[in-house]
Every structure is written in structure tokens, then in C-alpha cells.
């Protein structure tokens, strides 16, 4: 468990301090075992190994074919069945006549009725390439969320790359929170099932590379104003992030299972901007770029991470970054686990849950978890 606590120093030295270990902890990440684990790669992997794990291959028109195994199912607005009824109920929205861009809305099976719920907008896993709102793990998630918090949430579905390369994500998400302000001011009318949902009390939700896209959006969303909406916190579950030095937990864990450092390496080539390195301020956040200036402007944010995740180390530094501005963090670091566990595991999703549902219902931070990181 580590704090950030300056109480007796000039409050203007206190983000220098944290400045000093993230400069540190980067230095120590940029080792040359990161050279080694990069030849180790290249000699050990092909970019047609990579697509065949990830199931997709190339059309003649340069898009990508996806022959994606896990299925898609649709939303379940009523209760059909009183003998089987499901964990909450579903409506997709059509954003515009113009585009494809939807939202799916979860709410409670049984609602309150005098009592608003906090709005969770949420982005999906996939590593920028693959899924889609309506994939079954996603939907059961948002499901067992809206059900169990209880809370009105919103799933994004957003473009997928190489067709849409970043920024085209970080903008539907961005897309996304403009029409639920526009929902909460009336214009055009309300979605009944809005009518649920307390306005003032926002979250952003992202697993993965939806992770990446809530942080990218929040700072974006900066620039507007947003209301009567008010987002009140963001939350990254095991947020996908990379970088061209290789970290410790990258070298340890590269020919991990779930997401493997040379099908990352292939993912971000496919999702950055055309001559972009990893480097860039889409995957690498501690690199500089444009955003760094906004950070100290962020909600309080819930980081989880897990020591069998690859990016764990990714995880640590953009904590570190953060709690150099002063960001409030929660910060939960579970040993063992892996990428996407909560997909898998019950009792890891229940975990997950709960912290997630104490983060979003509490009114301020106690001192056990105000900018701090548990072990």
C-alpha cells in the first residue's frame, strides 16, 4: 500500500515528489532487457500468427474480415418469460439516421420508483479491433452491473479499427456523453428509461481498451460544458496501454495467454494513427502529447489491476502519473489474476462489482481511500 501525503511541504513540491518516483519507476521500465524482449518477439512471432489468434484476416478492399467466436445477442426490453425473467432489461438506441452509432441502456428489472440511480456510461473490451456493445460477455456485464449497484447504464458501441483508427473511438464515446446531456435537457424529447437516471451523478466505465477510451474521453471532455450532467468519477478496469520500452511485468508475462506482447504489438499497429509508434499519447499516456496539461482536472478515478495482467506495470505508472496531480485514486492491485479475468471468473466479477459499486456510491473518500493504492 502506498499514499501520496506532502502535509508539510509547499503544496506545488508535492506533485514534483511523485514526479521523481514515476521518472524512476519509467527509467527502471526502459531497461535494456526491453531491447532484448523486443528481438525475442520479432524472431519468435509473425503478423499471421498474431490475426490468427485474434480471428481476423485481411479483405481485398483493405478492411478486416472478424470471425469473431463469441456471440452477439440482442437487447431484451421485457420481461417474457416470469419463470425465467432476465438480470435486467435492455433497449438499443439509434443515435443518429446518419450513422450506425448506437447506444445500449440497461436498467433494473424493477426500477425504483422515488429514487434516482447513478449513470454509468460504458466502454467495451476488444483492444480497439474486435466486439461490439452487443457482445454477449459485455452485455452480461452491463447486465449484472445495472442490476446489482443499481444503476441506469449506458454501452457504448463505438468504431472499430484498423477502418476507424484513433481517434474515431475517443470521439463516438465523446459522441455519446453529448447526447446523453442532450437527454437530460429534453432537446428532441427523453428516453423513458432515462427518466431513471440521476444526471448529476455520471461515471465513465471502460475493461481494457474501453479503459484507454474513458481516460482519452474524460480529458477531452474537458474543453465542454457538459451540463446539467456531471461526471462525478471514471473507472479503468485493467485499461489498455502500451508503450515502445517494454516494462518488467511485459517481459515477465510475454507469451501470456490472454493478450501475448506480439498480438498487443499488432493490435496497436492496427489502432494508432497511420506512422504513429507507441510512443504516441494514445497508447503511451505518460509520453507527453497535448493531454498532460488537463490531467489535474479529472474526476476522483478507480484504477483495478492484477499482478497476471501484462500491463499491470502500465497500470502503476499511469497511477503514479495521476497521484503527481494530485487525481484522486483508488487504486486496487489483486496478486495473481489475469487480462479479462472478471469475464471468466465469478467470484473475481463479484469483486470487481463490489469495489466498483462502493467507488460510485460514496459520497467522498474515506482516509483508507483517498489517493491511495492497496496491495
Known sequence: MFRQHCPNQNPKSCPAVAAYILLAFFLFSQSWPSIMADEKVAKAHTWQEACKLLGISWNSNGTLKREIQIPMVDATPSVTDPNSPPVALSTDIQLSPNSKAYVRIYIPVKPPKDTKLPLIIYLHGGDFVLFSASTVIFHNFCNDIASQFPAVVVSVEYRLAPENRLPAAFDDALNAIFWI??????VGGRDPWLDYADFSKVFLLGSSAGGNIVYHTALRALDFDLRPIQIRGLLLNQPFFGGVFRTPSEIRLMEDPNIPLYMCDVLWTLALPPFANRDH????????????????????????????????DRTTQLVLLLL????????????????????????????????????????????????????
Not at 181 to 186: E, F, I, M, S, Y
Not at 337 to 351: C, M, V
Open 324 to 375: 503527481a496531480y494530485k487525481v484522486p485514486v483508488v487504486y486496487r492491485y489483486n496478486r495473481g489474476g489475469f487480462h479479462g479475468i472478471e469475464l471468466q471468473n465469478k467470484t473475481a466479477a463479484q469483486s470487481l462489482y463490489d469495489d466498483m459499486k462502493r467507488f460510485i456510491y460514496s459520497t467522498k473518500f474515506t482516509d483508507d481511500e483517498e489517493s491511495h493504492a492497496s496491495y
Open 181 to 186: 446531456k442532450n437527454q437530460a435537457l429534453g
Open 281 to 312: 499519447e494514445f497508447c503511451n499516456p505518460i509520453s507527453g502529447g497535448s493531454y498532460l496539461g488537463r490531467v489535474p482536472r479529472l474526476p476522483r478515478i478507480f484504477v483495478k489491476a492484477d499482478e497476471g495482467d501484462p500491463l499491470v
